[in-house]
């Protein structure tokens, strides 16, 4: 691997991190102005090509309520909900319906010095909330682990000893168990970065036969196979072949195919079928059916020498104030919005109800579940879709 393609890679993984992974800048959030409706956006004319900034300032809240408990989707769909979005926690009681799973992001697994294994985060953990959002319906609650503040060092024991990779997987198992819940979202592979990926591979597997074992459901996160350029990523079909018994779904992490150094569309059509392909090209149902392609709903405003992620508040207070003009990109099937903010031209990719309607519509064509991150950063009409 040359030079150019190591420092595309290392800045795909910064990428990565920063907007999935990490906190967002908590913004003062206003009073969320609710608006229903009898009539589902398709039947509004909201899906379409021909945008403009006071339609979507006039109907992104307003959903229908009397889709609101209707599951057009037929697959598995996981909602992420984070504590510095807070807007997701409503978001989940409102379209429990609409979800299989919904994964709060909550736990973390640390390893202590002596080796032993435990969970933080139980602090953050609202049971009133996971009982709206789950009795009696069909949703299961199963919140993301993430390996967090490990060190190599850590990782190398880890791997190194069939005993801690037991102990791992059994402490995690004690929590969830403890805790009632019927599984969990882990998260891993990005943490390091392309390395170790036998050792990975057989951990994981230590895990999903522990929480087969423990009637618990075992979700992992994968990057996308496929980066820019037809890079090979750092999770392939070799390590998917081999953990398909294991796992029960993979969150693929199809977006943030561009960044602030190369501008573009976040996740372009045609690069989220290669990375579902790339997995499984077979058409095996069994198979495509565990892949829950990833829809971002959050976007990215990019300028000249800048830009960054925005969520919904964000996308609409630029609507109000520059007014931006929409064009819909036909090669990545996005829409672009383009304004002018203090003399510098700036463009926004940010989803839109034909774009995530394209993202759907692709997942029902190659039979996969779909995976959102996450659903305190979108509009609440996008809701009508699933």
């Not at 979507?56 to 889709?67: A, L, P, V, W």
């Not at 996971?130 to 009795?135: A, L």
Request: charged content about 25%; proline content about 5%.
């Amino acid at each position: 691997m040359d030079l150019d393609v190591v420092l595309f890679v290392l800045l795909m993984l910064v990428t990565i991190t920063e907007t999935t992974l990490s906190k967002t800048d908590k913004k003062k959030e206003r009073p969320h102005e609710v608006k229903l409706s009898s009539v589902n956006v398709r039947d509004r004319g909201l899906v379409t090509e021909k945008l403009k900034s006071k339609d979507i300032i006039k109907e992104h809240s307003s959903y229908c309520d009397r889709d609101r408990e209707v599951k057009h989707f037929p697959g598995i769909t996981l909602a992420y909900v984070t504590p510095w979005n807070s807007h997701g926690y409503d978001i989940a009681k409102i379209f429990s319906q609409k979800f299989s799973y919904v994964s709060p992001v909550w736990l973390q697994i640390k390893r202590r010095k002596g080796g032993t294994f435990y969970i933080q985060g139980d602090h953050d953990i609202d049971q009133g909330w996971v009982d709206d959002v789950t009795k009696g319906k069909p949703a299961e609650m199963v919140p993301r682990v993430l390996f967090d503040g490990w060190s190599r060092s850590d990782y190398e024991s880890l791997f190194s000893s069939e005993d801690a990779m037991e102990d791992c997987a059994n402490a995690l198992l004690k929590f969830i168990k403890k805790k009632k819940f019927p599984g969990v979202v882990v998260e891993i592979w990005s943490q390091l970065g392309g390395q170790y990926r036998q050792e990975l591979v057989h951990f994981l597997k230590h895990l999903g036969e522990a929480f087969d074992q423990g009637g618990k459901t075992f979700i992992l996160v994968i990057p996308p196979p496929v980066y820019p350029g037809n890079i090979a990523g750092m999770f392939g079909k070799s390590e998917f072949d081999e953990l398909v018994p294991y796992v029960d779904a993979f969150s693929l992490m199809t977006y943030d195919f561009s960044n602030p150094s190369r501008p573009g569309p976040n996740s372009p059509l045609s690069w989220v079928e290669s990375c579902v392909l790339a997995l499984a090209p077979e058409d095996d149902p069994e198979v495509r059916q565990k892949i829950l392609l990833g829809l971002n709903f959050y976007g990215n405003d990019y300028s000249v020498g800048k830009g960054g992620p925005i969520v919904g508040n964000q996308y609409l207070e630029i609507l109000k104030k520059s007014k931006p003009k929409f064009k819909w990109d036909t090669d990545s099937e996005e829409h672009i919005a383009e304004y002018k903010m203090d003399s510098r031209n700036s463009i926004i990719y940010y989803p839109t109800l034909l774009s995530l309607q394209k993202r759907i519509e692709l997942a029902k064509r190659l039979g996969t579940g779909i995976s959102i991150w996450e659903i305190g950063q979108g509009l609440d009409y996008f809701y009508d879709l699933l």
